[in-house]
């Protein structure tokens, strides 16, 4: 997977040097433990931090290929491209020769032969930076759905880049600065392509490339979601789903390091474990190893309601007895979900406040315990994003609001179930008119749904769906794929989303709505096309979301922590919130509805307290 950054600067007065481009190559030791890499031209700096999957030996980067002594193309990888295998025997049919086994170095040759045309020759999820030195151009290079980041700051002489925030900020021209957008931006949950929050700092937008010349910087989108009419009938379209399903779950199970799955007991994680199961199997190997999360007394706390209707343990485990699969269960107790050290540790992952709190807190955990076994595991994140499986998708309110239908009523008000309250729940009332938040959001949601492309001739509810299907593919997917990198990455384990694969997610979201939940269902078609390989339990479960722990004592741990935050003279969160909301989160008997809240201003006062950053509105 690893970690990537760089430094380019074409003012000979300001050249790149070894010290600042090892710091920022040291920041992204977390994303690649197995190797440290640094590679210098007159004008360029590429870092990288290695975590070794496919061909350890061979795979050691910055990789570089040279003729007549000198270097022509340096790279610095992140990722894995997964048809490799295919575009090497390709070019080895054009006349290119190989020194390795690595997907890497086959990345290097495709440039070489097809030039920035290669990226539509590419399967898989990657971000890279390739120089040049023909030209004396950077190119970056981000994969269709944005599953890996990559971020860049602009430079009066060239550009810093990184797979994260951090390795950009160890650099001394940058000053970590947020301003009243990167604010509206931060808790707005839009997840707008390419904004970074931090001033100055741009994310590269997913499918797209920015070349990088002494003149300055050229954005290009090589990858979008097009509108084309869906012409296969029912069984043909079920049918070209398992199709694709397989040869993706094929491709992604490669790798030279142990292998694994994340197993929720729903139906996304379910399937992806059974192909992979089934994969194993077929292939003579040992049982695939799979992974599940659960909480310490959850049982004797759980409520079912209309957010989660059942627990996901007993569900797993079913699916791991029918598939075969060597299970592993991760029980969590409070304690460790409000340990300061796990807690910080994802914090410094994401570089930035979020406001899930436990979700990401035992997110980490749970990665940081698969990583004891495995380098690699396969998720089954995305599925409800190309598939339709939110709640928010099926319920009229929210799909006729004027809005994100994530934020909508009835969910809108507590995205991490009921009775959570929105992240802003907690914020000053003036400040939140200051930086707009409610325009803000309005803006992003109109300037996403400009961008639908439509069928013509299609009725209005197929126009409507095909609204709400583009924005979870270009928005609200981004956000999940994000907090699932910087968990994953974090403790070193490199996580794959088959259901991302750009193949199946261009065919599912050119198909009729009508045809997507044909039988009245969510996901009608992943359940059609995958019906055979699970147990009728779990074929017809209902969608859960990603738990979270039930437990008062998480919930008492929760306000203490939030008083003792808010209550000191150095507070540097206390002007940014609201008196008579917080004296309500933090009384003896709270008020319901601050729980995400709670979470966001815990993690504001940490990166307030940590990163030094200004705030300029």
Request: a negative charge.
């Amino acid at each position: 997977m690893c970690g990537i950054t760089g430094w380019v600067s074409y003012d000979p007065a300001h050249p790149v040097t070894a010290d600042t481009a090892d710091a920022m190559t040291h920041t992204m030791a977390c994303r690649g433990p197995d190797a440290h890499g640094l590679w210098l031209d007159d004008r360029v700096a590429l870092g990288h931090r290695r975590l070794a999957v496919i061909d350890p030996d061979g795979g050691r980067q910055p990789m570089t290929f040279d003729h007549a002594g000198r270097t022509v193309i340096a790279l610095s990888y992140s990722g894995e491209v997964f048809n490799f295998r295919e575009l090497r025997a390709e070019l080895e049919s054009r006349g290119h020769a190989f020194r390795t086994r690595s997907d890497t170095e086959v990345v290097l040759h495709a440039y070489l032969e097809w030039g920035e045309d290669f990226t539509e020759r590419l399967n898989g999820m990657y971000a890279f930076a390739l120089w040049d030195a023909r030209t004396r151009e950077l190119l970056l290079v981000r994969d269709r759905m944005g599953i890996k980041p990559l971020y860049y700051f602009p430079l009066p002489d060239g550009v810093l880049f990184g797979s994260e925030p951090k390795a950009i900020l160890a650099h001394p021209a940058v000053r970590p600065a947020v301003d009243a957008e990167g604010l509206a931006e931060l808790v707005a949950f839009t997840k707008t392509p390419g904004h970074a929050v931090y001033k100055g700092m741009y994310e590269l937008p997913p499918g797209h490339t920015l070349r990088v010349r002494p003149g300055g910087t050229l954005l290009r989108r090589y990858w979008a979601l097009e509108a084309r009419e869906h012409t296969d009938d029912l069984g043909t379209t079920v049918a070209r789903i398992r199709e694709l399903l397989e040869d993706i779950i094929a491709r992604q199970m490669v790798a030279d390091v142990p292998l694994g799955t994340l197993l929720s007991g729903g139906l996304d994680s379910s399937v992806i474990t059974a192909l992979g199961a089934r994969q194993r199997t077929g292939e003579g190997g040992a049982p695939v190893k799979s992974f599940a999360l659960d909480f310490a007394r959850h049982a004797e706390n759980f409520t079912a309601d209309d957010w989660r209707g059942t627990r996901d343990s007993p569900y797993a485990d079913l699916l791991a007895r029918h598939a075969g699969s060597d299970h592993r269960v991760v029980t969590l107790p409070p304690s460790a979900l409000l340990d300061p050290a796990a807690r910080e540790a994802v914090m410094r992952a994401r570089d930035l406040p979020f406001d899930l709190g436990d979700g990401d807190t035992s997110l980490y955990l749970l990665f940081e315990a698969v990583r004891k076994e495995c380098t690699v595991a396969l998720s089954g994140e995305s599925a409800d994003e190309v598939f339709g499986g939110y709640r928010w998708f099926h319920h009229p309110d929210s799909v006729a609001a004027d809005t994100f239908p994530w934020l909508a009523p009835p969910f809108g008000t507590g995205i991490s179930g009921p009775g959570s309250g929105p992240g802003e729940a907690l914020l000053d009332r003036g400040l939140l008119e200051k930086i707009d938040l409610r325009g803000y959001r309005a803006r992003r949601y109109h300037d996403a749904l400009a961008e639908v492309p439509h069928v013509p001739g299609a009725s209005p509810v197929e126009r409507r769906m095909r609204e709400i299907g583009y924005l979870h593919l270009t928005r609200f997917v981004q956000w999940m794929l994000d907090r699932k990198d910087r968990a994953s990455m974090a403790v070193g384990l490199e996580v794959r989303v088959p259901f991302c694969d750009h193949r199946l997610v261009e065919y599912v979201f050119n198909t009729p709505w009508a045809m997507k939940t044909f039988d009245g269902r969510e996901k009608s078609l992943l359940r059609a096309a995958t019906r055979d390989l699970l147990p009728p339990e779990i074929a017809d479960r209902v969608k859960a979301p990603y738990p979270t722990t039930r437990d008062p004592h998480y919930l008492d741990g929760l306000r203490a922590a939030l008083k003792r935050v808010t209550e000191g003279p150095d507070s540097p969160v206390r002007p940014l919130l609201d008196g008579p909301s917080l004296a309500a989160a933090t009384a003896d008997d709270p008020q319901p509805g601050y729980r995400t809240g709670t979470e966001l201003v815990l993690a504001l006062d940490f990166w307030l307290r940590t990163h030094d950053v200004s705030l300029e509105f």
